[in-house]
């Protein structure tokens, strides 16, 4: 057996996105409808020991980076302790909307977090209230603050731009996230969301972002490995901005990322529509032996790519959300 995760297309996964929780304190209208989604059962939700125990299987077959998201990763109960526990292991980061990061961005890094990525939409307070639903614009932006004084470096922003609701302040975020040192990532919009309302049309593309920022900055672009980003020097550097063309400049020939659910599934795939069950394996009584195997044998499914622009794309039946953005 190789201690590896390959593929049939011969890519390598290193690089692991561990959902802590399908839960959220805001309501994103592209993510999530108003009212919540129907939330996984407490006793589906993977322990802290079966995600340490599932990440130690997968450091054994070659992964070597994990981003813990969600859902909200920062509303789980007991997260810093979890942490330290994955901190040895890898080179951990987390994806969060930033709410408790003033209070948490400290004990995160003291236990051994490295990076963060914050998402925001808009400078705007009352743009952030429609978008999310929730009051809480300030409380990102010094939680943003929080991840710098911890040391959280690069502190990255995520922003998804939408037609006619934020995408007249790409310039102006780049201006703001330079200002303060943030690196600032676009995210093309992709059919995830569970009411199925994405539009090919109103999706703001990779394109049209680019266009919008040379018009007032000096793009070069920049290495991007195996990063999902295609990143550009600003002004000749160092500052950095990203843009993730997710739909329109989709980067699958080089991806070498997989995922582990909140519940315990792996997918190979945020399209996938395949999951394999490790949860069930593991309060099966499963060795880590034969948990390798099926991370293997899940990941040999992985597919050439995520089909989006095939004529018959259906999207997966998890929203974003559940699987771990
Ligand atoms: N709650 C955390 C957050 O918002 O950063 C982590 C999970 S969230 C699902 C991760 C990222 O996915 C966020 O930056 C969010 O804006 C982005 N996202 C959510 N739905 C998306 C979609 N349909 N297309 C592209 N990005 C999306
Ligand atoms: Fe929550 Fe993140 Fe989805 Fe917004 S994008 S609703 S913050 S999970």
């Not at 999706?203 to 195996?226: D, F």
Request: net charge negative; hydrophobic share 45%; with cysteine.
């Amino acid at each position: 057996m190789t201690a590896a995760l390959l593929d049939t297309f011969g890519r390598a996964a290193t690089d692991l996105r561990v959902s802590l929780t399908d839960k959220c304190n805001l309501r994103c209208t592209y993510c999530m409808p108003a009212e919540g989604l129907p939330w996984l059962p407490a006793p589906e939700l993977l322990t802290d020991d079966e995600i340490v125990r599932l990440v130690e299987v997968a450091v054994s077959l070659g992964v070597r980076t994990v981003r813990l998201t969600g859902g909200e990763p920062l509303v789980r109960p007991g997260l810093t302790g979890l942490v330290a526990r994955l901190a040895p292991l890898v080179e951990l980061s987390l994806t969060t909307n930033g709410l408790g990061l003033t209070r948490l961005a400290q004990p995160l890094a003291a236990a051994g977090l490295r990076r963060v990525n914050v998402s925001l939409d808009t400078l705007r307070p009352q743009r952030f209230l429609d978008l999310t639903r929730r009051d809480r614009w300030s409380e990102v932006v010094e939680g943003l603050a929080a991840a710098v004084a911890a040391g959280l470096a690069p502190v990255k922003v995520n922003t998804v731009l939408m037609r006619g609701v934020n995408d007249d302040e790409a310039l102006e975020l780049l201006d703001w996230c330079l200002e303060r040192g943030y690196e600032l990532r676009f995210i093309e919009q992709m059919p995830l969301d569970p009411q199925h309302s994405w539009d090919r049309a109103v999706m703001v593309t990779a394109e049209e972002i680019l266009e919008q920022l040379s018009a007032h900055h000096t793009l070069t672009p920049a290495e991007r490995g195996h990063a999902p980003a295609e990143v550009w020097l600003v002004d000749g550097g160092p500052a950095r901005v990203g843009v993730v063309g997710s739909v329109t400049r989709p980067f699958c020939g080089s991806c070498d990322r997989i995922r582990l659910t909140a519940d315990g599934q792996l997918r190979t795939c945020l399209f996938a529509r395949e999951e394999s069950d490790l949860r069930s394996a593991l309060r099966a009584g499963a060795t880590d032996a034969e948990l390798a195997v099926r991370m293997q044998a899940a990941v040999r499914g992985k597919k050439a790519g995520h089909g989006i622009n095939d004529p018959d794309f259906l999207q997966p039946s998890r929203p974003m959300s559940a699987i771990g953005g």
